[in-house]
């Protein structure tokens, strides 16, 4: 039997001075892959910041620039809007893509995609329309067909509260009394949930599609979805107090903790960005799409490919001849237990995780 070993060199890694044993290479020695150099001082209730592995991931992410993206209703731009919106605030617990196309699709196809008729749809007819649009074992249509007529009426009439030509048509801040993410705040749809994931979503695909010019784009808030929980927890970025590793990520239940996580996550995600040399915004995007198609929720794909149903920008998949672009330095790659990590699952009680 040899032996790989985890270290850790303080009482809040994975174990004090943690060994484990691993059917290994060689039978005559101990082979130390990795140390964990753990300097944690971000504390999140029960969750804390690696720093070392932030500086690490963040460095492997160093150079990567996204290309813009055209969106398929480019020439509508108001339309587009209302789609991204509506699909952000109806989207927990259920597939980003199979959503997003459906409504696309409808929004192309129908030409009744209109918020005056929206906001009125029945509960028969968002089913009829839109049902198609969800996982067959969503369960809770009632509740979205409600998130999604509410959010239908904020673009409608004398009254609304998004008036999508005025935010078009000039750069609009995000942030302050004046900004998108406040008037967001107004709909109950999107300010339901402690970090206000469905409104960051919706921003940003807004500006990944450049829908919306921001005054401020420094003041973007990074989308701390579930794709991403599951990446800086297995990446090392963020850790359970005292480095337990057992019941947390799977956990149901415990709504504050998992906001804690949260927060944890998206500060993480700052100290990434300034290693990367990236703003926060880069990074969410870049990181989604590694955490979605190579940090697969059953099967990491650490040494690649990418998920082809999922694929990923060019400047990603070349950055490291094709593998996970933190195969060389995330902890899990060489941790089945870290690699199997997942987010925590919350929907079944709240309408937006
Ligand atoms: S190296 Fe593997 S475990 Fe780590 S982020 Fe990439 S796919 Fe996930």
């Not at 579930?226 to 990520?249: K, S």
Request: proline share 7%; aromatic share 8%; net charge negative.
């Amino acid at each position: 039997m040899a032996l790989d070993v985890w270290i850790s060199t303080t009482p809040h890694g994975f174990g004090p001075a943690g060994i484990a044993w691993v059917p290994g290479t060689s039978p005559a020695g101990y082979c130390i892959t990795r140390v964990w150099r753990s300097e944690t001082i971000d504390t999140f209730a029960d969750w804390q910041i690696q720093r070392s592995c932030c500086r690490e991931q963040g460095e492997a992410l160093r150079g990567m620039t996204l290309p813009a993206e055209r969106h398929p209703l480019a020439d509508q731009p108001a339309l587009a809007f209302l789609v991204e919106c509506l699909a952000a605030a109806v989207c927990h617990s259920t597939n980003w893509d199979r959503l997003r196309a459906h409504m696309l699709r409808r929004a192309d196809d129908s030409g009744t995609f209109t918020p005056g008729r929206l906001a009125y749809l029945t509960l028969e007819g968002f089913v009829r329309e839109f049902g198609a649009a969800f996982s067959p074992d969503v369960t809770d249509l009632a509740r979205r067909h409600d998130l999604f007529t509410e959010v239908a009426h904020a673009f409608d009439g004398p009254a609304r509260s998004l008036d999508v030509e005025s935010l078009i048509a000039r750069p609009q801040p995000l942030a302050g009394p004046a900004g998108l993410y406040g008037m967001l705040d107004k709909i109950p749809a999107f300010r339901a949930d402690p970090q206000r994931k469905k409104a960051r979503v919706f921003v940003q695909q807004l500006l990944r599609f450049e829908i919306l010019r921001p005054l401020d784009p420094d003041e973007l808030r990074p989308a701390i979805e579930h794709h991403l929980l599951r990446l800086y927890l297995r990446t090392g970025r963020v850790i359970r107090e005292g480095g337990r590793l057992d019941a947390g990520p799977e956990a149901e239940g415990d709504l504050d903790s998992l906001t804690a996580l949260r927060a944890a996550v998206e500060q993480a995600m700052h100290y990434t960005a300034t290693a990367a040399g990236l703003t926060v915004g880069a990074v969410n995007e870049i990181e989604w799409q590694i955490a979605r198609s190579y940090c697969d929720r059953d099967r990491p794909r650490c040494t690649g490919p990418a998920r082809p149903d999922k694929p990923v920008a060019d400047v990603i998949a070349d950055a490291h001849a094709g593998t996970c672009p933190f195969a060389a330095t995330c902890p899990g790659r060489h941790d089945s237990t870290l690699a199997r990590l997942r987010e925590p699952q919350l929907a079944s009680q709240h309408a937006f995780y």
